[in-house]
């Protein structure tokens, strides 16, 4: 028995030893310089995020903010014993109004503190051609579906059963970015599929140019009809250049990251 109480007290001193390890070891991180100058920091650094805007059934995205992960931090510089801000890691700060809790609303733009507009191309084989360098999106069916074409494909099968079956094509190739350009066929289903519900802002088709130039502005989303005239689009591609906005797929125009 005296033996068993033995154990027992050594057991108890070697707890103590190792909480009171640990206690000193924290209380001398806390007061290290650069667990320190990276704390004076934080607050510098934080970047607020921007909340999504609502009207109605329409979003438009907001903007992730970002903040300082201490703990990280440290770690990642602890061994060079120095501060450096090239080192800092940061977590993402959500918004609090986010497309992400809000699917059952549609999107009708990127948010406008970007550059960024995105273009989605009706199926053209001369279109193709011509936006072979440009990372724009393609409405495809199941009769074009092609996973090599080298666009972010939109799936663009109004009849249930063949826009499930695209649908299970983009799973499998896994290149499905859950975008749907919603009309009155596929709301539904795309609302099932907790996809993104995004509207067109603006179409270029025949003879419309003059009409929709001006109406371009960050985080236009603008489809291409398979019959715009070529001149036309080129015109389009060079108005955009020339307001120096950036063409980027749907899904980063639409990303709340940045």
């Known amino acids: 028995m005296k033996k068993f109480f033995q154990i027992i007290g050594l057991c108890s001193i070697l707890v103590f030893s190792f909480y009171y390890t640990d206690k000193i070891a924290v209380i001398v991180e806390q007061k290290n310089p650069v667990l320190k100058e990276i704390k ?27 903040k300082v992960n201490v703990e990280k931090s440290f770690y990642n510089m602890k061994a060079l014993n120095t501060f450096n801000e090239y080192y800092i890691i940061y977590d993402d700060v959500k918004p609090t109004i986010s497309i992400e809790d809000n699917k059952d609303k549609i999107i009708i733009g990127g948010n406008n503190s ?9 199926y053209n ?13 393609l409405f495809i069916n199941k009769d074009n579906y092609s996973v090599s074409s080298g666009f972010e494909l939109i799936n ?41 519900l995004v509207q067109s802002t603006l179409k270029l ?10 109406l371009i502005d960050n985080g236009s989303i603008i489809t291409v009809s398979q019959n715009a005239k070529i001149e036309d689009v080129k015109l389009l591609l060079n108005y955009i250049r020339f307001r120096d ?10 990303s709340e990251k940045n």
Do not use: M, W
């Open 156 to 196: 663009n099968e109004s009849e249930l059963k063949l826009f499930n079956q695209v649908n299970t094509l983009l799973n499998n190739d896994n290149i499905n970015k859950h975008l749907c350009i919603v009309n009155d066929n596929n709301k539904e289903v795309c609302k099932k599929n907790n996809n993104y």
């Open 205 to 214: 088709s025949t003879n419309n140019l003059s009409e929709i130039k001006g």
């Open 114 to 122: 970007k550059r960024q507009v995105s273009i989605i191309l009706e």
């Open 245 to 254: 906005l950036e063409i980027v797929y749907l899904s980063d125009l639409i």
């Open 125 to 137: 084989d001369e279109l193709i051609n011509l936006f072979q360098k440009y990372n724009v999106n």
């Open 40 to 66: 004076s920091k934080e607050d510098d650094l934080y970047v607020s995020a921007v909340d999504a805007t609502i009207t109605e059934e329409y979003i438009i995205p907001g903007i992730y903010g970002s």
